[in-house]
């Protein structure tokens, strides 16, 4: 039984194949298209998945959807009449693409795979997140908790899966949405919406929570329950075509700064505030749901779940055993909840928990072969070494420890926003001045943004304050005590930016000015080189730790492709590039040329 799902018209388009309950191949159309959160139909994703299982459009049983067009119609006409006339100017912008694309989406299924004979079936927006919750997590039962900027009408919901049975039991609807809350302030804190908010969680730990109290009693009605609403006079995402009103300019005393203008500490705050806000209403709505439920296991998804400080509080401070986050909890994991809800909810299949879940990992894109990869460097005149499999971990550690910066491409592409080590950049995170190099040189992108941590899986609570695993780089800890660097009495005075080049521990280029790091441990059962190559640095410098970000430079999604890993090695200044088997040094490359000064569009010199 062969289930195609789609996700697309939002932002994020993906596609996902699952055959016979086994989840086979996912991607999201942006690796493929280069336009970074690509919302169009997802047909390259979609002909990546059929090629991956060497399926025809035929063959497939079933096409699922992740949500309801209809119902997401009515709620946007609904909130324009609401608001005329005011709404008039977005309602004319929208429109017109729901007329062609939005309320045809079945001609659009058939259009595309023309071969197809099956049904085409849909699940709600908040469903499909549900069960690409718990479906594919390690428990046999758990509550969840689905937490987004909006699907249909629903923004927040929370039920029980058990087995192959999964209920909603209650939603909190448009426009209260906790998700729609913390992109407002992405949007008035000078980020992109659906897309800065990482930004937004980055930039916390700079500033003091000095708007809580205002953001709890003016904007936000938070109630013990979790459950919440929102003083509209304060936003604008209903009528307009932004997300905050003058009202709310005024309250915090002033416009919205503007994009790529410098950072003050007024964004520092709001950004602080509104993640404690964010986090507060996660932790009362998790204790509510594990109040009603009973259950002692509770499965994340939603574009919400994605805010990883807030997921390593519900760890911590929360009242389960354990959590589980989708790994694509965005809407591209919708598509592979939208399949998952045929197999088990509208074609009754049992299912079968797994120990360490049934995602693989999250490896679920393309690979490419060595013949591929080296066919490709030879069309390029790149100059390049062959090295034996075995070699590979033994090298690129030693090129690691010696601090080069390294583009690593290795194996399936990751399914979901993270770089779990098979499109990933990596530095030594010992190293003081990693962070600075890797951010302005690498990934041109803020000084301030943290990177991450992959760790030994069997070495994580010797770095970190957590006891468990963490495959999907989805829960933040502290690093340990015994690893930490006292501050000085005049570092301890720094605010802000300032803060940022204050080394504060054995790995002080993945340790944020609080502590804390992201935390992405590394199984040899979910990606075997990835493993041996850190416990290959780990034997030769006593570290389990490295810096892993992702394999992109600002404004483009991460690479899929070997020519995507070349131009972005040789745009950067990445020192090594290592493709499978083959190893490339930048300083032994041919010139690279290409049509324009790409490097306008970061505002660089």
Not at 149 to 168: C, P, R
Not at 394 to 401: D, I, K, P, Q, Y
Not at 460 to 489: C, N, W
Not at 520 to 528: F, G, I, L, T, Y
């Amino acid at each position: 039984m062969k289930i195609l799902g789609i996700s697309c018209y939002y932002h994020d388009a993906a596609a996902c194949l699952v055959v016979d309950g086994e989840i086979v191949a996912a991607a999201s159309e942006e690796r493929f298209t280069r336009v970074k959160h690509d919302s169009d139909f997802p047909e390259n994703a979609i002909a990546f998945c059929l090629e991956h299982a060497r399926i025809r459009e035929g063959d497939l049983d079933y096409v699922a959807f992740y949500d309801k067009p209809f119902l997401k119609f009515e709620r946007i006409l609904e909130t324009y009449i609401a608001s005329v006339p005011a709404g008039l100017p977005s309602f004319l912008k929208a429109i017109p693409l729901w007329v062609k694309k939005k309320l045809f989406i079945p001609n659009l299924i058939r259009k595309s795979l023309p071969g197809f004979g099956g049904k085409i079936l849909f699940a709600e927006h908040h469903e499909s997140h549900a069960a690409s919750a718990f479906y594919p997590s390690p428990f046999e039962r758990a509550a969840f908790l689905t937490i987004d900027g909006v699907g249909e009408w629903a923004t927040t919901s929370y039920g029980v899966g058990a087995g192959k049975d999964l209920k909603i039991h209650a939603e909190i609807h448009f426009p209260h949405s906790i998700g729609l809350l913390y992109s407002a302030f992405t949007y008035y804190t000078g980020f992109k919406v659906n897309s800065g908010e990482y930004k937004v969680m980055g930039l916390a730990p700079y500033g003091e929570p000095k708007y809580v109290d205002t953001i709890l009693s003016e904007l936000v009605d938070l109630k013990d329950d979790g459950s919440f609403r929102l003083n509209q006079k304060y936003f604008d995402y209903c009528a307009g075509l932004r997300m905050t009103s003058e009202k709310l300019h005024r309250l915090f005393g002033g416009p919205p700064r503007q994009p790529e203008s410098k950072l003050t500490q007024r964004e520092m705050d709001l950004a602080r505030s509104v993640q404690v806000v964010c986090e507060e209403a996660m932790l009362r709505m998790a204790r509510h749901v594990h109040q009603v439920t009973g259950e002692k296991n509770l499965c994340l998804a939603g574009g919400v779940a994605l805010n990883c400080v807030g997921n390593g509080r519900l760890l911590r401070e929360g009242p389960y055993d354990d959590i589980w986050i989708q790994p694509a909890a965005g809407d591209a994991g919708g598509a592979l909840g939208a399949a998952l809800t045929v197999w088990h909810e509208y074609l009754g299949k049992e299912r079968q928990a797994r120990p360490r879940g049934t995602q693989r990992g999250s490896y679920l894109g393309p690979a490419y072969s060595d013949d591929e990869i080296e066919a490709y460097l030879k069309k390029v005149g790149a100059t390049y070494q062959k090295l034996d499999p075995a070699e590979v971990p033994g090298r690129v550690a030693e090129l690691v420890a010696t601090e080069n910066v390294i583009g690593w491409f290795q194996g399936r592409m990751e399914f979901g926003p993270r770089a779990l080590g098979g499109r990933s950049i990596i530095g030594d995170a010992r190293s003081p001045k990693m962070q600075e190099t890797m951010n302005l040189k690498i990934k041109f992108r803020e000084s301030f943004r943290p990177f991450a941590p992959s760790v030994l899986y069997d070495d994580i609570s010797e770095y970190f304050e957590i006891d468990r695993e963490s495959p999907y780089m989805l829960l933040v800890a502290g690093v340990q005590e015994k690893h930490r660097e006292e501050m000085t009495e005049e570092q301890k005075k720094l605010f802000g930016v300032e803060k940022l080049n204050v080394r504060r521990s054995s790995v002080p280029a993945i340790t944020h000015v609080d502590y804390s790091a992201r935390i992405q441990s590394v199984h040899p059962d979910d990606n075997k080189p990835y493993y041996d190559m850190i416990r290959a640095f780990k034997d030769k410098t006593g570290c389990p730790v490295i810096i892993n970000t992702s394999f992109n430079v600002r404004g483009e999604p991460i690479v899929c492709k070997p020519e995507h890993a070349y131009t972005c090695f040789m745009r950067t200044e990445m020192d090594y590039l290592v493709l499978g088997p083959y190893l490339l040094a930048k300083a032994d490359q041919p010139e690279w040329r290409e049509d324009g000064d790409w490097r306008q569009e970061f505002q660089l010199d």
